[in-house]
Structure formats: C-alpha cells, structure tokens
C-alpha cells in the first residue's frame, strides 16, 4: 500500500478519535452549562426580567432582550457558548444572522483585547470602536434582512 501499513492507519485513527473526543468534551464543558443556564433562567423568569430591561437596546437591532444575555456571553466568553444560548432561545434566521454578524465583530473581548494590548493599541478606544460596530452592524442588517 505505498508504504503505508495497516498498523499505521490504525495508529492514526485511534489518534483521530482520541483528539476527537478530547475536543468534543473541552467543547461540551462551556456549551453544555451554558445552555442548561439559559434554560433555567428562561423557566424562572429572570430571563424575562433580563430581557425586558435591555429590550429597547435590542429592538434597535432587530433582537429580542433575551439576545442581551448572548452579546454578554460572546464578548465575555467565546463563541461556542453562545451557540448554545441561540439554541436554548430558539431564534429566528434574521436574528441568529444579526447576532452572528454582531458577535463576528465583538466577540471574546477580554482575550483579543489583552493579545492587541500588547501591540501598543489604545484599549479602550478598540472595546468601544468593536462595541460601536456591532450594534451599527445590527442596526443596518435589521433594516436590510
């Protein structure tokens, strides 16, 4: 088999499935909380409270309040969270794509922040410039979409 054996296909597939499991559960450490948490905050109630306080926010771009809690997951965390918190919510295309598109330019931002701190970037000035972006983004993709 061109130099290839079957004990070096078996070795790479028993590697293959090790680092797949290894990613799957690293994954399912955030995603997995994450969406049990906005389900009990659904069911509670408190999401209600949640939503209604930054409805007038997300209506601006298209989202209801509820969308807040996952701007707040993705800027703190990262993306794979909030994958959750969309599915625990049950969004409609047009607001998954405005929160996607949002996300896409605020995401992760103590990380990526402190990674852009160290090439002499004015940090404040780049949180606000990401915030700013995203809820414009928002904004034009409601009226668009």
């Known amino acids: 088999m061109n130099g290839v054996s079957l004990y070096n296909i078996k070795i790479a597939a028993i590697r293959g499935i090790q680092k ?14 994450v969406y049990f948490l906005i389900t009990i905050l659904k069911y509670s109630g408190i999401l ?10 997300m209506r601006f771009v298209g989202l209801p309040g509820e969308a807040s809690l996952i701007f707040v997951i993705g800027n703190v965390l990262n993306l794979y969270p909030t994958i959750a918190a969309i599915a625990a919510l049950k969004m409609t295309v047009k607001q998954v794509t405005i929160i996607a598109v949002m996300l896409l330019l605020s995401h992760n931002l103590f990380v990526e922040t ?31 979409l």
Request: glycine share 6%; aromatic share 10%.
């Open 114 to 144: 402190a990674v852009s701190k160290k090439t002499g970037i004015v940090v404040w000035y780049l949180i606000l410039l990401r915030i700013v972006l995203a809820i414009l983004s928002g904004y034009l993709l409601n009226i668009i």
């Open 48 to 57: 209600a409270i949640i939503a209604k306080i930054f409805e007038p926010v």
């Open 20 to 33: 797949g499991f290894n990613i799957t559960y690293e994954l399912a450490r955030t995603v997995v909380p």
